[in-house]
């Protein structure tokens, strides 16, 4: 089971946004790479390679989005494409709008997790109740997304998913950074919010709710026998290159893992 992180930023600027002195893009792709999300793709305009120097380092491909006029749903369908370039076992993308920067890479586990006990889903997470982002569509319902038109809007797209037959399933996962996005400072998301948080668990009719924490350690464990290297990154250092492929407008930051000295 492989599942994308397909981030999509309207302009440079929103990509470049600040996020508690990060990038917003590069704060989301390393939420979407610590919660288990490969490939990552970033679609974005980059007229000026600041996109492309914000996301030096990370294990991303920045692609360059579809026309303007064939409108968001085509932006997505052009993240996801990529992605099974990548990646092409890749069965699901998790379509993430660059301005919903506080969302933790718990619930990027969680998401997978739960695509796994319903991969045919439409996974959208919600903070007490409110329907967020980023939602997780399975590549099975990607010829719905193409059938969408040019002038509907994100909430509109997913609407009209779900009027094609994608079934929706709603999941609380106790993160506000779903429902809010980086207009409001990060330490501000539960005061803003004017509610607690309930505790995080995710519930589906007929089942019991199961505790999002077991969720993760079983996610992890999965995710560290595909790919083992993963698990001690913190003992290895990173070394980048970039690679530019200009036929198809797509660069690509490789991340190698290097063994720390005497290691």
């Known amino acids: 089971m492989t599942v994308a992180?397909?981030?999509?930023?309207a302009?440079?600027?929103?990509?470049?946004?600040?996020?508690?002195?990060?990038?917003?893009?590069?704060?989301?792709?390393?939420?979407?790479?610590?919660?288990?999300?490969?490939?990552?793709?970033?679609?974005?305009?980059?007229?000026?390679?600041?996109?492309?120097a914000a996301l030096a380092g990370a294990s991303v491909t920045l692609a360059e989005p579809a026309p303007r006029d064939h409108g968001p749903a085509a932006q997505m369908a052009r993240g996801a494409d990529v992605a099974r370039a990548e990646i092409v076992d890749t069965d699901a993308v998790?379509?993430?709008?660059?301005r919903m920067t506080w969302v933790?890479?718990?619930?990027?586990?969680?998401?997978?997790?739960?695509?796994?006990?319903?991969?045919?889903?439409?996974?959208?997470?919600?903070?007490?109740?409110?329907?967020?982002?980023?939602?997780?569509?399975?590549?099975?319902?990607?010829?719905?997304?193409?059938?969408?038109?040019?002038?509907?809007?994100?909430?509109d797209i997913l609407d009209d998913l779900i009027?094609?037959?994608?079934?929706?399933?709603?999941?609380?996962?106790?993160?506000?950074?779903v429902a809010i996005d980086g207009r409001t400072p990060r330490a501000d998301l539960r005061r803003t919010s004017g509610r607690r948080s309930r505790s995080p668990v995710t519930?589906?009719?007929?089942?019991?709710?199961?505790?999002?924490?077991?969720?993760?350690?079983?996610?992890?464990?999965?995710?560290?026998?595909?790919?083992?290297?993963r698990a001690n990154r913190a003992d290895r250092r990173p070394a980048t290159s970039g690679i530019i492929d200009r036929s198809t407008a797509v660069t690509t930051f490789r991340l190698r893992l290097l063994p720390a000295p005497g290691a």
Not at 5 to 9: E, G, K, Q, S
Not at 22 to 45: C, E, L, N, Q, Y
């Open 163 to 177: 009027g094609a037959g994608v079934r929706d399933r709603l999941v609380e996962l106790g993160d506000p950074g």
């Open 203 to 229: 519930r589906t009719s007929g089942a019991r709710p199961r505790p999002r924490h077991r969720m993760r350690a079983r996610s992890r464990a999965r995710h560290s026998r595909r790919t083992p290297r």
């Open 94 to 98: 998790l379509l993430w709008p660059a």
């Open 104 to 155: 933790g890479p718990e619930t990027v586990t969680s998401l997978i997790e739960l695509h796994g006990t319903s991969p045919d889903a439409l996974l959208r997470p919600t903070w007490d109740g409110d329907p967020g982002w980023p939602v997780l569509l399975p590549l099975a319902a990607l010829a719905s997304l193409r059938a969408v038109a040019a002038d509907r809007m994100p909430p």
């Open 11 to 52: 302009s440079p600027e929103s990509a470049l946004a600040d996020a508690d002195g990060s990038p917003a893009v590069r704060r989301i792709a390393d939420a979407a790479w610590s919660g288990g999300a490969t490939p990552i793709v970033v679609v974005a305009f980059d007229p000026d390679g600041a996109v492309a």
């Open 5 to 9: 992180a397909v981030i999509l930023a």
